[in-house]
């Protein structure tokens, strides 16, 4: 019989909710992460880790009955600051529990850093050797001891609600008499583990251990105070969200267990097959995480609204990459007038989309990489892809750096997680699919034979010798006979150039590159289905599902062209239909800072031999132009990171988040986001009436080398924590940076 205490009454946890009734949601929340994740226990190697969560969940915010606390949340209108850490004293309460030392330091610590890590402690909380800190902990200590027989009479419920959340009685605590029973856990714990960090003398705490533990505790806590008690379920059944005649792939990837390969053209229902697999590899209870890896923001926004679609369920799906915000602002703005509301909105879905929360999550690999240089919650982000499914969608699109982070992270995931890996592509050159079997362990293929293949032949090849600028005639001419035509260039400048030129006489035409701000990029998407001419860089690549009569490109590694040409003649092979890609042998000089030119030769030399590109023939192309794998700086980029990631990766353990490793995670992204000088008062303006997402419309990247050339000519300028670039803008050219630097913007 569950004792006779009133939750509704008592010690606050905010001001319109008890402790005890915090603690219940998360322990509700804890119930279903439980079932969602019942092997954890074996792979973190603790017998007892549900009760050790429990615990640490039951106890995590009894330091909010300190007076002061109470004083804050009940005088709000006050603007009442309590200024210090409740998981300080909350902690302590571990003097209870009947365990061994290390698991009560272990709970403790899952306690005292479930706001702040141990390093934020140090610095400002630290009861050791701090004399400051010992009498401040001391003082906030004897705050409890109004409302301490109070706090005492809440262990009471252990049993029950063990009982009835947990799935099995726990009693193994004793009451404490005062105050002064209760531990100092940063001495006592945090200190110890933050020394022995440092020495490298790591326990199954600095592993898997304390990761799951720190990871579900916040999770719990998070989504108990989000008001969401359960972690949503998948898919019952992915077939009948997909009721079509299925292809020979999409058959073999619902019957596919574990990992696998999957090689389809572009177009072919790659998807489809791809959730059929994350089906197939469910648990009973659908409970699985299944994250959809793509690379580039746009195409990722168009799958998150394509499922969402599909499933009849936004709840379900999550979206996370760097311009998530401002993408939800204009998808929600259409039908929330309100501002504010707006932004509380987006404020809750991107929150979920961070937490244990929805089963599908389409984002970059860049959001997954986060958690391998312990960034902020990374504790949370391991914990949720235990037992998840992951597919990479085009993993060819990824320079040989990344490429070999990616190949790291997997064989952690695949290792010591409990994961599966789908890895898709249209073109993906033997050597990189060698290095993942070997690494992953993966034997499985899907793939069409080779009768099917040649049924989906849409393109027929022709080298045009020379350059793009001077062989606009035929482009003119195509444009003249009312065909749809499709230009792509490796730079941004060479697509600005040639846009100029072609677009006089062409109304219905736009340029697409990765230096328009984002207000201007999205109404050029919007625009995309029904343009007569489309001038590009690589973001069209993989990016956008649109459709052209025929294709004009600088030359580029063949796995890059066989993307463009999947935006041309899409569907051919439905109306028995082939369309010319023309391929100019010769690029611009900068084209050498983006792709190894020796490939890029390779490349042209093998497509002069081919008219017809049969899709069963595209294979072996690729494989004899990669036959020597990553050369030159490529190999030398990926091999550094197989060298010295594991070292690193070491460094990263639960409880501390490491500056300098947060950092190398950041030195990734060679990028600054700016805005145009000539948008600076709209942009200000903006920020002042709080529309912060309309003025992240103001945003645009440019890499690392441009950024610092502008800078040293003094065209950039500082405001608060805004860069502004004094250079020419124009809403269908984008940016104008006349003179490109090495360090050249390939998207």
Not at 297 to 304: K, Q
């Amino acid at each position: 019989m569950v004792p006779q205490i009133n939750t509704e009454n008592g010690l606050l946890a905010k001001p319109d909710e008890t402790i005890l009734q915090h603690t219940e949601n998360a322990l509700k929340v804890f119930k279903s992460i439980k079932r969602a994740y019942e092997n954890v226990p074996d792979l973190c190697g603790t017998d007892n880790f549900w009760e050790h969560l429990f615990y640490s969940i039951f106890f995590h915010d009894f330091g909010k009955g300190a007076v002061g606390f109470q004083e804050m949340l009940i005088n709000q209108e006050g603007n009442l600051r309590w200024k210090y850490r409740h998981e300080m004293l909350s902690a302590g309460f571990v003097s209870a529990l009947n365990y061994d030392d290390f698991y009560k330091k272990a709970i403790g610590l899952a306690i005292i850093t479930h706001h702040k890590d141990i390093n934020k402690l140090r610095e400002r909380y630290n009861t050791f050797p701090s004399p400051h800190g010992k009498k401040l902990y001391q003082k906030k200590l004897k705050e409890l001891e109004p409302n301490f027989e109070e706090l005492l009479s809440y262990l009471e419920l252990i049993g029950p609600w063990s009982e009835e959340y947990l799935g099995y009685e726990l009693n193994n605590y004793t009451p404490i008499s005062s105050i002064g029973d209760l531990k100092d856990v940063y001495k006592y714990s945090a200190l110890p583990y933050y020394l022995e960090w440092e020495d490298e003398e790591y326990s199954t705490l600095h592993g898997k251990y304390g990761i799951f533990l720190k990871g579900f505790v916040n999770a719990c806590d998070h989504l108990a105070s989000g008001s969401k008690y359960e972690i949503l379920e998948g898919i019952q059944d992915m077939r009948s969200i997909f009721d079509f005649e299925l292809r020979k792939v999409q058959q073999e990837a619902l019957n596919t267990n574990g990992s696998a390969f999957l090689t389809s053209p572009t177009g072919s229902g790659k998807t489809e097959a791809s959730l059929f697999w994350s089906d197939n590899n469910q648990n009973s209870s659908k409970s699985k995480r299944v994250f959809y890896l793509l690379p580039y923001t746009a195409s990722i926004n168009a799958m998150y609204k394509r499922l969402q679609k599909d499933f009849g369920n936004e709840e379900l799906v999550g979206l996370l990459h760097g311009k998530a915000s401002y993408f939800l602002y204009k998808a929600l703005s259409d039908d929330i007038n309100d501002y504010n509301i707006t932004k509380n909105k987006i404020r809750d879905i991107k929150g979920l989309s961070k937490k244990i929360y929805r089963p599908y999550k389409i984002l970059t690999p860049f959001q997954i990489l986060k958690a391998f240089f312990g960034t902020r919650g990374f504790e949370m982000q391991l914990s949720e892809m235990t037992n998840g499914l992951f597919i990479l969608d085009e993993i060819h699109a990824y320079d040989a750096h990344t490429t070999s982070l990616i190949l790291e992270i997997l064989k952690i995931l695949k290792n010591n997680y409990n994961t599966e890996i789908l890895i898709m592509s249209a073109t993906l050159p033997t050597f990189i699919k060698n290095l993942f079997k070997d690494n992953l362990g993966i034997s499985t293929e899907i793939r069409m034979d080779e009768n099917e293949l040649e049924k989906f032949t849409r393109h027929e090849v022709n080298i045009i010798h020379g350059d793009l600028l001077n062989n606009l005639d035929s482009i003119n001419e195509d444009l003249d006979e009312g065909k749809h035509v499709l230009v792509v260039c490796n730079t941004v400048l060479r697509a600005q150039e040639i846009f100029e030129e072609l677009s006089v006489d062409v109304e219905n035409s736009a340029l697409l590159h990765s230096r328009f701000m984002l207000r201007d990029r999205e109404e050029i998407e919007k625009s995309l289905d029904d343009l007569d001419l489309l001038v590009g860089t690589q973001a069209i690549e993989v990016s956008l599902d649109i459709d052209y009569d025929v294709l004009y490109s600088e030359p580029a590694p063949i796995d890059a062209l066989i993307q463009r040409f999947g935006r041309v003649n899409r569907k051919g092979w439905n109306k028995d239909k082939i369309a010319t890609v023309n391929i100019f042998s010769e690029g611009s000089e900068k084209d050498k800072y983006i792709y190894n030119p020796e490939i890029v030769q390779k490349t042209v030399k093998s497509l002069e031999n081919v008219d017809i590109l049969k899709e069963n023939i595209i294979q072996k192309l690729v494989d004899d132009i990669y036959a020597d794998g990553y050369i030159g700086k490529d190999k030398e980029d990926f091999d550094r990171v197989q060298k010295h990631f594991k070292s690193f990766n070491r460094q990263i353990v639960p409880f501390i988040n490491d500056n300098e490793s947060e950092m190398e995670f950041y030195s990734l992204f060679q990028s600054y986001e700016v805005v145009p000088f000539k948008y600076k008062l709209d942009y200000l303006e903006e920020i002042e009436e709080g529309k912060y997402y309309e003025a992240m419309s103001y945003f645009l990247s440019i890499n690392i080398g441009q950024f610092k050339k502008l800078e040293k000519e003094g065209n950039v300028e500082l405001d608060g924590k805004t860069y502004f670039v004094d250079t020419k803008y124009d809403n269908k050219l984008g940016l104008m940076l006349e003179k490109e630097n090495n360090s050249v913007e390939i998207h």
